[in-house]
């Protein structure tokens, strides 16, 4: 099983490197979609609940998103396992209804994902360096959340096919 986690976490890197670079080209607004964010989401969500098998993929996530940022060391990696750890508990809660892998439970989870990942990285900067000012309008936070949605709902279904 190894060979798994080490798959996962090249596939995170090379999904950093993509996200970096490539897809600046392809930017709305300035918005990029998170893959990392949204393989993350995938792989919690569907991971067996009593395992803790996506914490090391969401180290070597924030690690990978920490080399590339301008943001200070150790924020990307504190926001994945948090993030993780969050998805854990809330699948926990939604599991007990019976419904296994549901769709309608995936969407929630992974908005409030997006959004808790970038309340925090927003937060984090706001109190390492106090003169940053951020300026979102409600335009830029719809299409971010549209555009990164989208992504994750066919990776969903994708992840879902590939995975039974």
């Keep these: 099983m190894w060979y798994k986690k080490l798959v996962i976490i ?3 890197y090379f999904l950093v490197l993509f996200q970096n670079s490539f897809l600046n080209h392809f930017s709305i607004e300035g918005v990029v979609p998170n ?3 949204i393989l993350l989401c995938l792989l919690v969500f569907f991971e067996n609940p009593h395992k803790y098998f996506g914490i090391i993929p969401a180290v070597f996530a924030g690690f990978f998103l920490d080399i590339f940022s301008k943001s200070f060391f150790g ?3 504190l926001t ?3 993030i993780y750890f969050l998805i ?3 699948i926990h809660i ?3 209804t019976g419904q296994k892998h549901s769709f309608f439970y995936f969407i929630p989870i992974f908005i409030l994902s997006l959004i ?3 309340f925090f990285l927003i937060l984090f900067s706001y109190l390492i360096d106090r003169s940053v000012l951020f300026s979102f309008s409600g335009y830029v936070l719809v299409v971010k959340g549209v555009y990164n949605l989208l992504f ?4 969903f279904f994708l992840f879902k096919k590939f995975r039974s």
Aim: aromatic share 20%; no cysteine.
């Design 75 to 77: 924020v990307s990696v």
């Design 116 to 118: 808790f990942y970038d």
């Design 152 to 155: 994750a709902i066919i990776g």
């Design 88 to 90: 854990k508990e809330l």
């Design 10 to 12: 090249l596939f995170f």
């Design 80 to 82: 994945m396992v948090v």
């Design 35 to 37: 893959f990392v964010l």
């Design 94 to 96: 939604l599991r007990d």
